[in-house]
């Protein structure tokens, strides 16, 4: 049997939610599903061998968990040595495990409102089934997220533990840079006090170290995969969105970054592979936002019927100057009020046509989450906008954890008319 | 309602209540309100923004593009929460008003002030290059006007609750957050004070200082204006909005103002920074603990008997806050009533049939 298969049903039991608290369940999924499933790229193989150890980790309770929002930045949480656990990224896993329908039917029940975002309620309802490691802390940054704040709140009162939020202003300035700043100076001084660590420089250097290396790799990968055709597809290359999420300043991302560019690289050189993949790319995407994760099929249908290739993710897009370890709070403030999807859309907008030039790709796909008031509620801004730079621009409505809420049947009449659209602008 | 006293005058548009409305006067403007009245639904909006987005922007949208706010100069929106943004966005587009994004900080500490002080000073500025410029005179001027009317506001609201609001505006408090924030505040301080002191003689003359109905409080989102009309038309009820369009504009504090050599804009800019930032904390604000401290004593000061929670659709503020609050009208035993809605009249109908059963058991 297929042992992702075989896991999922497990999971699926009545020991299932005794199963995914276990620090053991991870250790075994590591060795068997790790080693004996097959993976396009060692890089990928590496990354879930990764996510499945700082799961395990998690459970074990031996170091402080410290539960993070999606945009919350986790050298952070690297800098003080805690182990990060992120639900909205756990909410996502729940989803492909086929785990998430029950979850949301408690959420519901909850009281939890069924048009919030479903990573939210998802979370909520984990949180309350006692499916996640307990926390030690909580962190949750503003940008971007108008629900994880708040989510976070909900839950450090459920568990009386600290909370730590950051408030990211809207716009990029002298004063928004000190703001920033000046919360994650006395966060840090918090997590001094509370994990008895002093912050001191050589664990700055070192943690600084790891985010801009991994930053250098995936400018190369960014760098290897705008040539035509491009040597990664975006089934693959959207997977990578837990690094952007958990892995900046973690020790092993660079090394999994790397592998992953050297991959890449391998492709690009292999001329007989090549020539196999130039079929595969009839039209090259942009994908903007995050992708369905309780099912394959929007981007298998688009990647292996149609030849689309999503070459580019937006989620996956370095957009920050690296980090300077002398400045390690203005520095980090930098980094995240860089972020395009910050301030007036004219910001996203720009970061999006410059990738369109860069990746020379045809097109470019929203896939509209539900709940998210962020990227779903600039869709139609950015739509007009695209156009108007005669950018084909595709917004499809979905769910990334409810897969009942969006029939596919929509979204594939949709997907098809783009085709016909496209096929019909470079006949 | 004399929403009609602005018209004279140039009126900027304004969204959330920690917009200083003292700036936009010191311009020279009239800071107005803009509110979903219009009782149709929003679906002249579809292609600019989601379905999924709160109603407040959308039906805001909706009626500008129907030619109702034709009469403003500009606005000033705030980065409240991402529909807003949103808004802003559309509207920097599709309108040729001016158009300006206030940044107001989540958090209260002295980095917020600090920040939201600056923030201020560019606002400043930027209203100063539409209007008049903001010269330390006209900064105190609009200062003291804005003092004094949070002052007769409160002395207003202290001096005998929801039952003199009702008799003088139709919707009672929230009919009185409703004017105040869409008038000249000179015209309106004159009208409050006219209205305290018929107040005080009135009660002088029946000697009756305490209001006796039952206390039940409106709270969660911005509530459509069928809502409030239908609560205010239960005279057993003395209804207390907890909402930005009731008591979180009305009990804004009074701070005072910096005098003599002590006086100039920064400092001006640092106390409305202080003073916004301090005023009753709304969802939006990080700090459960301050919001949990406001509720807790609204429901005990105000003895309120039930609560009706607005919960505005696609508001996560809302929903969040929500939950909050459920937790503590569980431990005070107070029922509670939740309604959803899209700000529209359309659903009025049933909301009418579960608000008057609700009322109904409490009586």
Redesign the interface.
């Known amino acids: 049997m297929n042992p992702h298969k075989l896991f999922r049903e497990k999971l699926k039991s009545k020991l299932g939610r005794k199963l995914l608290a276990s620090p053991g369940t991870y250790k075994l999924a590591r060795d068997v599903f790790v080693k004996k499933s097959s993976f396009s790229f060692e890089a990928r193989k590496k990354m879930t061998a990764m996510a499945l150890d700082q799961a395990a980790e998690a459970y074990h309770q031996k170091k402080p968990v410290a539960w993070t929002s999606a945009f919350f930045p986790s050298e952070m949480v690297y800098l003080f040595d805690l182990v990060p656990f992120a639900p909205e990224a756990a909410a996502g896993t729940l989803a492909s495990l086929d785990l998430a329908s029950d979850l949301l039917k408690q959420s519901d029940q909850m009281?939890?409102?069924s048009?919030?975002?479903s990573f939210h309620r998802c979370a909520t309802a984990g949180t309350a089934l006692e499916y996640f490691p307990l926390p030690d802390f909580l962190m949750a940054s503003?940008h971007?997220?108008?629900?994880a704040?708040?989510?976070f709140?909900?839950m450090?009162?459920r568990y009386e533990k600290p909370l730590y939020?950051l408030?990211v202003?809207?716009?990029e300035n002298e004063?928004?840079l000190?703001?920033v700043a000046?919360?994650l100076a006395?966060i840090a001084h918090y997590l001094e006090q509370e994990t008895g660590q002093k912050l001191t420089g050589e664990r700055i250097e070192k943690v600084f170290k790891q985010s801009n290396l991994a930053r250098q790799y995936q400018l190369e990968i960014s760098r290897i995969r705008q040539q035509v055709p491009s040597p990664m597809n975006g089934e693959e290359g959207l997977s990578y969105v837990y690094l952007t999420l958990l892995g900046q300043g973690h020790p092993e991302a660079p090394n999994i970054y790397r592998t992953l560019t050297d991959e890449l690289q391998e492709i690009v050189n292999n001329n007989a592979v090549k020539s196999a993949r130039d079929d595969k790319e009839r039209f090259r995407l942009i994908w903007m936002h995050l992708r369905p994760y309780h099912s394959p099929e929007m981007i298998n249908y688009l990647e292996n019927e149609l030849n689309h290739k999503i070459v580019a993710e937006e989620m996956n897009h370095v957009y920050w100057p690296p980090l300077d370890p002398e400045k390690p709070f203005f520095s980090l403030a930098r980094k995240i009020l860089s972020h395009p999807g910050l301030g007036?859309?004219a910001r996203r907008l720009e970061t999006i046509e410059k990738m369109v030039r860069d990746y020379q790709t045809h097109a470019v796909i929203h896939f509209?989450h539900?709940?998210c008031?962020?990227s779903?509620?600039?869709?139609?801004?950015m739509k007009?906008l695209l156009q108007k730079k005669g950018i084909p621009f595709l917004a499809l409505d979905g769910d990334c954890i409810d897969g009942t809420s969006f029939p596919w049947g929509q979204a594939l009449t949709r997907i098809e008319g783009f085709h016909e659209v496209l096929e019909q602008l470079h006949a | 309602m004399d929403r009609e006293a602005a018209t004279d005058y140039k009126k900027v548009g304004w969204f959330c209540t920690y917009t200083p409305e003292e700036l936009i006067h010191a311009a020279g403007f009239v800071p107005y309100r803009l509110l979903p009245h219009s009782p149709t639904g929003s679906g002249n909006v579809e292609?600019?923004?989601?379905a999924?987005?709160?109603p407040y922007p959308r039906k805001i949208l909706s009626d500008m593009r129907r030619g109702v706010y034709n009469d403003l100069h500009g606005m000033v929106i705030a980065?409240s929460?991402?529909?807003m943004?949103?808004l802003?966005?559309?509207l920097?587009?599709e309108s040729d008003h001016f158009i300006y994004?206030l940044?107001i900080?989540?958090?209260q500490d002295e980095?917020?002030i600090?920040?939201f002080s600056?923030?201020l000073e560019l606002l400043a500025d930027y209203l100063g290059a539409k209007g008049k410029p903001l010269t330390l005179g006209r900064l105190k001027r609009s200062s003291e006007t804005y003092r004094q009317k949070n002052e007769l506001l409160q002395k207003l609201i202290a001096q005998n609750g929801q039952f003199n609001a009702r008799t003088h505006f139709q919707a009672g408090l929230s009919g009185l957050a409703i004017e105040a924030a869409s008038s000249a505040p000179e015209a309106f301080n004159r009208k409050l004070e006219r209205i305290l002191t018929e107040e005080q003689s009135r009660d002088k003359q029946s000697g009756e200082g305490e209001n006796k109905t039952s206390a039940l409080l409106l709270a969660g989102g911005l509530p459509p204006h069928g809502l409030t009309e239908m609560l205010a038309g239960h005279q057993e009820f003395s209804v207390y909005p907890e909402n930005c369009s009731g008591l979180r504009y009305l009990q804004k504090p009074l701070p005072s103002l910096p005098k003599g050599e002590n006086s100039s804009p920064e400092k001006i800019f640092a106390m409305i920074a202080r003073s916004y930032l301090e005023k009753p904390p709304c969802?939006r604000v990080?700090n459960?603990q301050s919001r949990e401290y406001y509720y807790r004593r609204l429901l005990d000061d105000l003895q309120v008997r039930a609560v009706i929670y607005h919960?505005l659709?696609?508001c996560?503020?809302?929903?969040?806050?929500?939950?909050?609050l459920?937790d503590l009208m569980e431990e005070k035993d107070i029922p509670h009533l939740k309604v959803?809605t899209e700000l529209g009249e359309e659903d009025m109908g049933q909301l009418k049939t579960r608000v008057e059963a609700f009322l109904e058991i409490l009586e």
Not at chain 1, 144 to 147: H, K, Y
Not at chain 2, 47 to 50: G, I, P
Not at chain 2, 316 to 324: N, S, V
């Open positions: 009281g939890i409102a048009d919030s975002c503003s971007l997220c108008d629900g704040p708040r989510l709140q909900y450090a009162r939020l408030d202003p809207y716009r004063g928004s000190k703001y000046d919360q006395k007036p859309i509209s539900w709940g008031r962020q779903v509620g600039g869709a139609l801004t007009k | 292609d600019a923004l989601a999924n987005l709160c980065n929460c991402n529909a943004s949103h802003y966005n559309v920097k587009m994004m940044d900080p989540r958090k980095n917020a600090e920040y600056r923030e969802p990080f459960s919960d659709l696609f996560d503020m809302c929903h969040y806050d929500y939950l909050l459920k959803k």
